[in-house]
């Protein structure tokens, strides 16, 4: 299986260095400076994934802005500097190629997510499952808001697939957050009795414990799409780095923090 997974990361990495129109990273070819908008959920593995590009190139500065993908959409359609965008929606991803902001032939689909119910590890919990939250000893449920954070969206269509968000919204239930690492902290400070992440803001936590995925179907897949934005004012730099996210040693820091290939059944 590890073989198999390794495989489709190379092929993904192909696709994707075909799809940007770049031939890898050059110090003759970058320089400057670029923004690349990241999802909340990328930001340990892309902190590291900087800090290993530029040991290869120094020339170039890379600044992160993290924050739920549809603040970061809605930002880049205001005109905030971007030069590349990396959703945890594809349905954000869409909004910006459909207005023309995104620069033709670079959309990737580069990772995939799941989508896990956690809640504190102290051991006073009594979450047992999705099934669970509709009790009376469940107070308060952390999750994004559905209209911005793409993982509140896939909170509300597991939960409405369950045919519970109704009736624990009607309840009162919700404590809505502005991205899923907000969802995180709320349930590692106790702060509710339960939460939805993705599986990879559950696993840089010893917090909390995951009391399990979503149920098979319940949601749409968790898609992460990679895209260089149309007004850049850095394009070499920007393609440099759009490369080397899709390279091989960028994809093994993604796999070291949980996230799966997208080509991944």
């Not at 924050?67 to 959409?73: A, D, N, T």
């Not at 992440?197 to 559950?202: E, K, P, R, W």
């Not at 909390?208 to 149920?215: E, K, L, Q, Y």
């Not at 994809?251 to 290939?261: E, Q, T, W």
Request: glycine share 8%.
């Amino acid at each position: 299986m590890k073989k198999i997974i390794s495989v489709l990361f190379v092929l993904l990495a192909a696709t994707c260095l075909f799809a940007g129109g770049t031939k890898g990273t050059s110090k003759k070819e970058s320089g400057g400076t670029i923004v690349i908008s990241a999802a909340a959920s990328l930001t340990n593995a892309m902190n590291e994934i900087i800090v290993l590009y530029n040991k290869k190139d120094p020339s170039l500065t890379i600044t992160p802005v993290y924050g739920s993908s549809g603040s970061l959409r809605s930002q880049i359609e205001q005109g905030a500097p971007a030069d590349i965008f990396f959703s945890a929606s594809e349905s954000h991803m869409k909004t910006l190629v459909d207005e023309g902001l995104v620069m033709d032939g670079t959309v990737t689909n580069l990772l995939k997510n799941e989508v896990v119910l956690i809640a504190p590890k102290d051991g006073t919990s009594t979450v047992t499952s999705f099934d669970s939250l509709s009790s009376g000893s469940v107070k308060q449920i952390a999750v994004g808001q559905p209209e911005s954070v793409p993982a509140g969206a896939y909170a509300k269509e597991t939960l409405t697939t369950l045919g519970t968000w109704d009736s624990l919204s009607a309840a009162g239930k919700f404590v809505f957050a502005k991205d899923v690492r907000q969802v995180l902290t709320y349930v590692e400070q106790g702060e509710v009795q339960a939460g939805i992440v993705y599986s990879t803001d559950a696993a840089i936590s010893d917090k909390v414990t995951v009391v399990c995925n979503a149920p098979d179907g319940s949601h749409k897949p968790v898609i992460y799409p990679l895209a260089v934005i149309k007004a850049t004012q850095n394009e070499a730099g920007a393609k440099s780095f759009y490369t080397f996210l899709c390279s091989k040693d960028s994809l093994a820091v993604f796999a070291k923090y949980g996230f799966l290939s997208a080509a991944a059944k």
